[in-house]
């Protein structure tokens, strides 16, 4: 089986509430070994950890403050058409 949903895909569906909440989990454990996405995953795992640091929860936990660094990465994908 094949995932053919892109990245910029998987970070809205989060982003809207509209998945099942697992939406980057599933990105990161489905993608980690593609080469074509290790520069989304890394992006993703550098937004969870500044989050972290600050004391936030995990991305996997929606929260409002990582919204704008997803927005942004979302946006960058989808003009790559990614």
């Given at each position: 089986?094949t ?6 895909e ?73």
């Amino acid at each position: 089986m094949t995932d053919s949903t892109k990245p910029s895909e998987y970070i809205r569906r989060h982003l809207s509430g509209t998945g099942t909440g697992f939406e980057l989990d599933d990105m990161l454990s489905r993608h980690d070994r593609a080469p074509e996405w290790q520069d989304v995953l890394r992006r993703v795992h550098e937004i969870n950890r500044h989050h972290i640091l600050s004391g936030e929860p995990p991305l996997g936990v929606y929260k409002d403050e990582a919204r704008a660094d997803l927005e942004r990465l979302a946006e960058e994908l989808e003009r790559q058409g990614r």
